[in-house]
């Protein structure tokens, strides 16, 4: 996490709650490989909190680190990633004005795919339903059973961590599940 004086990240009422003036990466510690779909659900909150702000429902999976940095040492800084092996999704990025797909490879990060509109972007206080789906090479990443990207990557990525990550928002996060597809 970023080292700012007005963030946190804690559990209540059975979620993940990660409220924050700058960028955080909550990274599940526990390598995943082969088939595998990530479902949970997710809300970006906007009410009387002072780090309220709709944008940057993010996460990263398939992540590993080729340098010698460690895979969970990074200061929560965005750009302190680039150098990983990843996929990413930034939905409602760059304040809630783009949603986009990137594979990082250490320092290569092209969108490969790309929403500046109104459905693909955040709603505040509203339940997402995210699944993401890595199968026989193939990623997917679903939004309340809507297919925002697929990829057919030539050289995937098939095995790395999954981390939750954002900016200067307050989300709430539960009903986490991984199936071995």
Not at 37 to 53: F, H, P
Not at 70 to 93: A, I, K, N, P
Not at 119 to 143: E, M, R, W
Request: charged share 25%; net charge negative; proline share 3%.
């Amino acid at each position: 996490m970023d080292s700012t004086p007005n963030s946190s990240v804690y559990t209540q009422n059975g979620k993940l709650v990660m409220d924050t003036e700058g960028g955080v990466t909550v990274w599940l510690d526990l390598e995943l490989e082969g088939n595998y779909e990530i479902s949970y659900s997710r809300k970006v909150v906007l009410d009387s909190g002072k780090n309220d702000r709709i944008s940057d429902l993010n996460q990263f999976w398939a992540a590993s680190d080729p340098t010698s940095k460690g895979m969970f040492t990074r200061s929560g800084q965005f750009e302190s990633y680039d150098d990983m092996h990843l996929y990413y999704v930034g939905f409602g990025g760059n304040h809630n004005s783009t949603t986009r797909f990137r594979k990082y490879d250490q320092g290569e990060k092209p969108v490969l795919g790309e929403y500046l509109e109104g459905p693909y972007l955040l709603q505040a206080n509203h339940d997402y339903q995210i699944k993401t789906i890595c199968k026989d090479g193939k990623v997917s990443f679903l939004v309340d059973d809507v297919l925002f990207f697929e990829y057919k990557d030539p050289e995937p990525l098939t095995s790395g961590y999954f981390g939750f990550r954002s900016t200067w928002s307050r989300q709430e996060i539960s009903d986490l599940t991984i199936t071995r597809l």
